[in-house]
């Protein structure tokens, strides 16, 4: 190769380089990543980790649990609970614990209300009372009312279940607590 083609040959090969980049800018210009604010594909929220998208848009008010309980159904509750609970807990006024602790007598008790049980720190750690509105909140996402609990179930998603289940879980009581009023 005499030294006019080997000119010629780099000079083919820059001006490709500069055509490639200059390629590239335009490219980069006129077609600008664009993402979407949010994800086009909804995930249930009982599945959703922990980091959702801090820019998510607030989700639906929940429907208070006195509306709930108005038009709940104990009996379908109960076959729901034996359905979904029955294999960790035991309902029976002085059952045995299972994985679980026994639930007779929990509305109205206090949290990790069954002596001797195992319960989680978190669990152990929760003040006052179980009350209609933090048995909601629990059964909703168990993981999200007790960080670290030790009761393995994601939840129940369907507002009508849940309210039926914790209608029932409120007749196991010598005096079960009044239902609260649903408000107006
Ligand atoms: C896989 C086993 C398992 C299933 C299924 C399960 N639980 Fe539990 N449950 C537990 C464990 C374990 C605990 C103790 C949690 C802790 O210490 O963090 C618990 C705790 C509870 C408590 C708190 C009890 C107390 O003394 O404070 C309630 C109420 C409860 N469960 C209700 C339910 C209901 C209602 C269902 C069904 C819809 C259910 N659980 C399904 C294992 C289970």
């Not at 030294?3 to 600008?32: C, D, H, P, Q, W």
């Not at 104990?74 to 045995?96: I, N, R, S």
């Not at 049980?117 to 006052?128: C, L, P, V």
Request: net charge negative.
């Amino acid at each position: 190769m005499d030294s006019l083609e080997a000119n010629k040959a780099i000079a083919a090969v820059l001006t490709a380089g500069i055509a490639f980049m200059v390629a590239g800018l335009i490219g980069e210009t006129l077609v600008r990543e664009q993402r979407p604010a949010q994800s086009a594909i909804k995930v249930a929220t009982a599945a959703a980790p922990e980091a959702a998208a801090p820019a998510a848009p607030a989700a639906p008010a929940a429907v208070p649990i006195a509306t709930l309980l108005a038009s709940a159904d104990p009996a379908a509750g109960k076959a729901t609970a034996q359905k979904l609970c029955a294999v960790c807990h035991t309902f029976d006024e002085g059952g045995k614990a299972g994985i679980g602790p026994n639930l007779y007598g929990v509305v109205g008790g206090p949290h990790a209300h069954m002596a001797g049980f195992n319960y989680s720190d978190g669990m152990k750690a929760k003040a006052g009372p179980w009350t209609f509105d933090e048995l909601n909140e629990w059964l909703t996402k168990p993981s999200a009312y007790v960080p670290g609990t030790r009761m393995a179930f994601a939840g129940i998603s369907s507002d009508k279940d849940r309210a039926n289940v914790i209608d029932y879980l409120h007749t196991l009581a010598a005096s079960p607590e009044p239902l609260p009023a649903p408000p107006k």
